[in-house]
């Protein structure tokens, strides 16, 4: 899995849209206040609440721009919404998403985030 995140995050570098998402001083310091356990219990949180569900709730549209560094960082990894998980990783929409699925969101997400606080 490792090889397919770091394929994952190389693509994402190359996208225009998804290359412009960088964490601010204030989403570092929220980071550095909080702790990395905490921002990885707030991905979990969003990510099984707002995107794992199969038909989530304003889909497209449930992941704010800024906010929470994990918002950010949904949006630089194409996990904001199902339909970048359909575009981006071949996730269908329509069902719940698989613990292996949860899994693979969080690698992204929390690998992206500790990419941008180095």
């Known amino acids: 899995m490792t090889k397919d995140v770091n394929a994952a995050l190389a693509a994402l570098k190359k996208s225009r849209f998804r290359s412009r998402f960088k ?3 204030k989403d ?3 980071i550095h206040d909080k702790g990395i356990t905490t921002i990885r219990s707030h991905a979990t949180d969003f990510i099984t609440t707002r995107l794992a569900p199969s038909h989530p709730k304003n889909d497209g549209k449930q992941t704010p721009m800024r906010g929470h560094p994990v918002f950010i960082a949904q949006h630089a990894t194409a996990t904001c919404c199902r339909g ?3 575009k981006w990783y071949q996730i269908e929409k329509g069902r719940a998403l698989t613990d292996d699925e949860i899994g693979l969101v969080m690698v ?3 690998g992206w985030i500790e990419g941008q606080v180095r």
């Open 108 to 110: 992204l997400v929390m």
């Open 28 to 30: 570092r310091q929220y």
């Open 84 to 86: 970048c998980l359909k």
């Open 23 to 25: 964490l601010t001083d």
